[in-house]
């Protein structure tokens, strides 16, 4: 180390010469570099340390201490040294990310317009966390695509967060943080716990969903989006006024208020058009009708809505591109379903799903999938093309929506009119009626098949407020036909990235569709213009990564804008705190007077009603072994050398009027296991040529050569087969089969050409067999659908204790009368602990015997009562003064103010 001191001058700064640098390299063993200076640790000899830092500017040297050295090799490492800089984690996770993050907030300070100030907030990290509402009560649900707002609402939220959550995470790593995001889809009171703190963004979806996000919101004090989706009020023609004629059943008063509510605690809104805001020229928007309306005996709304206020955003949704791409992406198509699908639209097979066939598969398809109501418009699309010659020459139509599905009056006349139409313009040959495809993967594909066939998609609703299989069937490159009213009004621009119709003027409509097709014969590139150009529109502007940065740049944007007017914004929340209390909760306690009113009646109903029924109940699982075999009752239900016959006797205890329902209970029974319940083929059960369809019911599906088994599965396997004869004073009582089963499902579940094959054959026997009393038909088999015993199994139950009915007898039973009951005792309950009942039992207005429903009715009706009454005390004796302005502010003790 001499050298090295003696060129310091004994521990003063000095230049380093070459012989000096040469003999620190040799001693040197750590170096760091943190400009100017680049400080060394030199061991000269075991044991011994020295350190130096040399001013790369102009070599000069220096010594230094071990923990200035150290200090200086933690500043490498030390990520807030550069805070005093303004550097802080979020600024970029690359210094070409910082550089322009800080050259944003810089053209910001200088001209804070629109686009810089969202350019620049779209960078900063202020959302983390989510929370989205949407109450939906067939969210998450099988079977219930089809059902109302079971489609592009749900499937809205679904591809929503998966959006979000993909942008979300973009962001932060490009704001270089480790952090990873939440979001939540929930109406839960555990929010923060599950966050692990107060969210940084709610979105509330629907009208109640923008309720709870309001009201929780406005706890937390957070920021909070509305999406409306739809707003009921311009749906129904003066539904405010008649709102008293109408609230039994829409329940208007809640929903009007608490939309007007909620849209003007937001503090920002996001509708999918600008029609959903503010119109057309001709008709209102949604959110425009509630900027004054009167509900006569309620409230009137002077000022509810501004639609000029910037809180309105636009950011319309997309199609999840994994499965809505171009018909050309040839390797990514779903290939496994094109059988299926070209069997599902050449099918000549006509039944309850699939209705009339395509004579002409050359001829392309124009389509259209949607709920069959009046406003959805498929009836008068189907007319259009009826009584459009031109256009049935030119092409088939395929109307996608499952006719056995709806439950409600409008959709099943909508049904019947589309089975008019088909007869009245004899459509078979060119019109497929198909059933709704619940699969998304078969449905995009669905669309891409269409394409194949140069057709075309057509929305012919009489109003639409957004449309997404518009965007779906443009995604996939279907050029595509939609009404003028509504959302695709502003999608499609009409004659370039597809075509508008007018819903009212049918002939003009499909006149437009039969021009595109007979262009299409004459110029082959037509059709492939229009298809590129929907796609190209669709990647423009309606993508979801399009969607989740504009919902994420309103988030950071109105964030901002809360802290700048928070004082305005707590005023507004109280009025608006006092308008829920005067107007939602009174109808709350209106609502909870006559839920009582109605439930409790209906209670002691049931109750009186439920006493009135005479009911038997035997169990007899244990009584019917034989005594040799009390301690084996296994071996005694698996014996076939054992004799299975039981007698019983039961005494009437009241008189029993015709008809006598016969039932057998079984406990302990889950038919609702996972594995069990799903053990059956429902196509096998109702059509004969899905008799091989038995890929969902191992292990029952195949008979030992291979044979299908029809009926297959385990439920049908276990068929009760416990039999039971009764007889009164030595003679023998009937007992009849006749329609114990539902005829729903005996007429759409269980079909009338499906007979019996390789049932109950093989080594290791269920259950029963199925009844030979029946009629010998068709190869000597039996119906399906008159099998009652399988028909009333088969429809499994949600509880581990359940009673099926096995039939009825005919006449009166008299008190006191002894009934002598012949029991085959042959089903095995024995290897999982079950019991066995049997009951016989009259019925009343309400069914059997059932307490529990009675005293369920008087439980909720006086809780409910007692609700109301509670509600109205405190009401009562702390009323809240109309015209008090500490209500209106947030200062909670004001004072000096004018009474």
Not at 262 to 272: G, Q, W, Y
Not at 370 to 395: C, M, P, S
Not at 755 to 782: E, R
Request: glycine residues 6%.
């Amino acid at each position: 180390m001499r050298p090295v001191y003696d060129s310091v001058g004994g521990g003063k700064s000095t230049r380093l010469d070459l012989d000096v640098m040469v003999h620190m390299k040799l001693i040197e063993k750590e170096a760091v570099v943190n400009p100017p200076y680049v400080a060394f640790a030199m061991r000269p000899s075991p044991g011994f340390w020295e350190h130096v830092k040399v001013n790369s500017a102009d070599l000069a040297v220096e010594p230094i201490t071990a923990t200035e050295y150290l200090k200086f090799k933690e500043m490498i490492f030390d990520e807030t040294c550069f805070k005093e800089w303004g550097f802080e984690k979020g600024w970029g996770n690359t210094a070409e990310r910082v550089k322009e993050t800080m050259r944003s907030l810089s053209e910001v300070l200088q001209a804070p317009d629109p686009i810089n100030m969202e350019k620049f907030f779209s960078r900063v990290p202020t959302i983390f966390n989510v929370v989205i509402f949407s109450p939906h009560g067939y969210f998450g649900q099988e079977n219930v695509l089809g059902l109302p707002d079971t489609g592009g609402q749900v499937v809205y939220i679904l591809d929503q967060v998966k959006a979000l959550e993909e942008e979300l995470l973009l962001r932060i790593k490009q704001q270089g943080l480790n952090v990873k995001p939440k979001i939540i889809v929930d109406v839960a009171a555990k929010v923060l716990d599950l966050m692990d703190g107060k969210p940084d963004l709610i979105i509330g979806n629907y009208t109640d969903g923008n309720l709870a996000a309001t009201l929780m919101a406005n706890k937390l004090g957070i920021t909070q989006a509305t999406i409306a989706h739809a707003l009921e009020k311009t749906k129904y023609e003066d539904s405010d006024i008649k709102w008293k004629e109408l609230d039994p059943k829409y329940h208007f008063s809640c929903q009007f208020i608490a939309d007007t509510i909620a849209m003007n605690a937001a503090d920002f809104v996001i509708a999918s058009t600008y029609q959903e805001i503010a119109g057309s020229k001709d008709r209102p928007g949604q959110y425009e009708s509630h900027a004054a309306f009167t509900l006569p005996g309620l409230c009137r709304i002077v000022s509810g809505i501004n639609v000029f206020d910037p809180k309105f955003n636009i950011a319309a949704p997309g199609a999840d591109q994994s499965v809505y791409f171009p018909y050309t992406e040839k390797q990514k198509r779903f290939t496994q379903f094109n059988s299926a699908i070209e069997e599902l639209l050449y099918s000549r097979e006509e039944n309850g799903e699939h209705i009339g066939y395509l004579a002409d598969n050359r001829k392309p398809i124009i389509f259209s999938m949607a709920r069959l109501d009046i406003v959805k418009n498929l009836t008068g699309l189907t007319e259009w093309y009826g009584q459009n010659k031109r256009l049935r020459n030119l092409v088939n139509l395929v109307i996608v929506f499952d006719p056995t599905k709806s439950k409600y009056r409008e959709e099943m006349a909508e049904i019947g009119k589309m089975h008019a139409l088909i007869e009245k313009y004899q459509l078979r040959g060119q019109f497929r009626w198909i059933a709704a495809q619940t699969d998304r993967q078969r449905n995009g594909e669905l669309y891409r098949c269409i394409a194949d066939t140069k057709g075309a998609f057509v929305q012919p609703a009489l109003y639409e407020a957004f449309g997404l299989t518009v965007i779906e069937a443009m995604n996939c490159g279907l050029p595509t036909f939609a009404t003028n009213q509504g959302g695709p009004a502003e999608i499609i621009i009409d004659g370039v990235s597809g075509f508008l119709i007018d819903p009212n003027d049918g002939d003009g409509s499909s006149n437009k569709i039969a021009d595109f097709f007979e262009k299409c014969k004459t110029d082959i590139g037509y059709w492939n213009k229009f298809s590129e150009d929907g796609l190209k529109r669709i990647n423009e502007c309606y993508t979801w990564k399009i969607y989740a940065n504009k919902v994420l740049n309103m988030g950071s944007m109105y964030t901002f804008w809360r802290q700048l007017n928070k004082e305005q914004k707590l005023a507004k929340q109280r009025y608006i705190q006092m308008f829920y209390n005067l107007q939602v909760r009174r109808l709350i306690i209106t609502t909870f007077v006559f839920v009582g009113i109605i439930f409790i009646p209906i209670g002691l109903a049931s109750m009186f009603a439920s006493e009135h029924v005479v009911e038997i109940v035997d169990r007899y699982d244990e009584d019917c072994i034989p005594p040799d075999y009390s301690n084996n009752s296994l071996e005694y239900i698996q014996s076939n050398k054992t004799n299975k016959t039981c007698t019983r006797k039961l005494t009437v205890p009241k008189q029993m009027k015709s008809p006598v329902f016969i039932y057998y209970e079984l406990d302990n029974f889950y038919q609702n296991h996972r594995r069990y319940v799903k053990s059956r083929s429902n196509k096998q059960l109702r059509h004969r040529q899905s008799e091989s369809d038995t890929s969902s019911c191992g292990p029952e599906s195949l008979a030992s050569n291979n044979a299908p088994i029809v009926p297959c599965g385990l439920i049908a396997w276990s068929l009760f087969n416990d039999t039971y004869g009764f007889s009164l004073k030595d003679k023998a009582l009937d007992v009849s089969k006749k329609n114990i089963a539902w005829k729903s499902d005996q007429v759409y579940k269980f079909g009338s050409d499906v007979y019996p094959k390789n049932f109950q054959t093989g080594d290791l026997i269920g259950g029963a067999k199925l009844n030979s009393s029946i009629p010998v038909y068709w190869f000597c088999m039996k119906k399906l659908n008159e099998q009652m015993d399988l028909i009333v199994w088969m429809r499994t139950a949600a509880l581990s204790t359940f009673r099926k009915l096995y039939g009825r007898i005919e006449v009166d039973l008299e008190p006191n009368d002894i009934i002598i009951v012949t029991i085959e005792n042959n089903y095995n309950t024995y290897s999982f602990g079950g019991k066995k009942k049997l009951l016989l039992s009259t019925t009343s207005w309400m069914g059997g015997k059932n307490d529990f429903l009675g005293k369920a009715y008087l439980i909720i009706g006086g809780f409910c009562l007692l609700l109301a009454i509670n509600f109205i005390l405190v009401y009562v004796m702390k009323p809240r003064a109309l015209g008090d302005p500490s209500h209106l502010s947030w200062n909670r003790n004001p004072v000096g103010h004018m009474t």
